[in-house]
């Protein structure tokens, strides 16, 4: 399954926003591989980490423990910046924000036909906000 790191573990190889690929699952721990990247191919095994809230007004204290990985099937344009990936899928039936934005996701592969858009009529409005610019 594709996941993302959620936070930094051993910069720089798992930091925020890395991809990987669990191979296997364990009770306290999780084998992932990273997916791309520099590091790419490299296996690390990820604990659960125990998380205790800072409120100090409750009468009693708890903790949970929890993985910091979420999957990853799909990532938001800022997420993919700086990411090098062979296939990019946009859905632009909704606007981006802005027409960099649209660059960064349309500029994460090396060739034109490694990307597929989704868009209605073939089209997306290019939003500038001229008040911004000036």
């Keep these: 399954m594709p996941v993302m790191v959620l936070r930094s573990l051993n910069p720089p190889r798992l930091m925020n926003g890395t991809r990987c690929i669990v191979t296997k699952a364990m009770r306290n721990l ?4 990273i997916a791309s990247g520099p590091f790419k191919d490299e296996k690390h095994l990820i604990q659960r980490n125990r998380l205790q809230p800072s409120d100090t007004a409750l009468p009693f204290t708890f903790q949970r423990q929890q993985f910091p990985l979420r999957p990853c ?3 938001t344009i800022n997420k993919a910046q700086g990411q090098s990936l ?3 899928g946009l859905d632009l039936r909704s606007q981006v924000f802005t027409h960099g934005m ?3 996701a349309l500029s994460r592969t090396g060739r034109r036909n ?3 858009i989704l868009a209605e009529d073939g089209m997306t409005p ?3 906000y001229s008040e911004v610019l000036n």
């Design 114 to 116: 490694d990307v597929y």
């Design 73 to 75: 099937f799909s990532l």
């Design 30 to 33: 999780i084998e992932v591989k």
């Design 126 to 128: 290019n939003v500038v």
């Design 86 to 88: 062979r296939v990019v």
């Design 102 to 104: 649209l660059y960064v």
